[in-house]
């Protein structure tokens, strides 16, 4: 019933003309994209040559921040409504990293994931606990907060739409991947918390991928948990090969 979607999310790496390369290497191979939806997340500076060179193919393309005004005096920011006209299918918000280097709040993510609807696009909001926060016991209602938070006024049609991808802060880059079962655990009380606030139709609509040191290695258990729906991986989807193995995790 829900598509799966796997994501690279390549981060501040790759140039425009490694973009167009690792395009070219992957676009006759991906999934069909009503078997599994294949996101690259690239850099604003390399997005016109994803889309130039995934054009005609099953690649989707995603911006990896915007900000939530389309215009005016933000210097250095992303329009979501240039982003939309150039033809990016989706924004990741609120990524850990923005908000702890970026000092971006759960209202910045809401302000972003609605203006990122108002144009037309999906975005995939990130949530995912801290180590500090998994010790004391409190994974559970932080994600539970990040995810209220984030949907604030968002309507049940929208949120029936979008992506949340849980990624635990201490699993990211680290190697250390939550196990299988800590995934599903708090994917479930994702859905759960959507369920709460929307209702069960929402729930299963609504994506939801783990993050944090997925590869081609763990990929097949992960997407076996029933609220896992997708990844949103980093390192492993900077390889043409690893990425393929990754989208082909069912073959
Ligand atoms: O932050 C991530 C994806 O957004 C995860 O990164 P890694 O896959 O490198 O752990």
């Not at 790759?14 to 290497?25: D, K, L």
């Not at 998994?134 to 907060?145: C, Y």
């Not at 635990?168 to 369920?195: F, L, M, N, S």
């Amino acid at each position: 019933m829900r598509t799966p979607i796997i994501a690279g999310n390549w981060k501040m790496n790759n140039n425009p003309e490694a973009t167009t390369q690792f395009v070219n290497a992957v676009k006759d191979h991906l999934p069909a994209s009503d078997q599994v939806e294949a996101v690259i997340a690239a850099p604003a500076v390399d997005l016109p040559a994803l889309l130039a060179a995934a054009q005609g193919s099953n690649l989707k393309t995603a911006a990896e921040n915007c900000y939530f005004e389309n215009s005016g005096a933000f210097t250095g920011e992303t329009s979501p409504q240039v982003l939309q006209e150039m033809g990016i299918n989706y924004v990741v918000i609120g990524h850990s990293e923005r908000r702890d280097y970026f000092h971006e709040t759960d209202a910045d993510v809401n302000r972003k994931a609605q203006a990122v609807f108002a144009n037309q696009m999906i975005p995939i909001i990130c949530c995912g606990e801290s180590l500090a926060k998994r010790e004391a016991g409190e994974a559970q209602t932080w994600v539970q907060s990040q995810v209220t938070a984030a949907l604030k006024d968002l309507s049940a049609d929208q949120v029936s739409q979008l992506v949340i991808a849980y990624e635990p802060i201490w699993a990211i880059g680290t190697g250390k991947t939550a196990t299988a079962d800590q995934a599903q655990e708090i994917c479930q009380v994702i859905r759960q918390t959507v369920e709460k606030l929307y209702d069960k139709t929402v729930a299963d609509q609504v994506r939801i991928q783990y993050g944090g040191s997925v590869k081609p290695a763990n990929i097949k258990e992960l997407m076996s948990k029933p609220d896992i729906d997708g990844g949103l991986v980093g390192g492993a989807s900077l390889d043409p090969d690893s990425y393929l193995q990754l989208v082909n995790y069912q073959a």
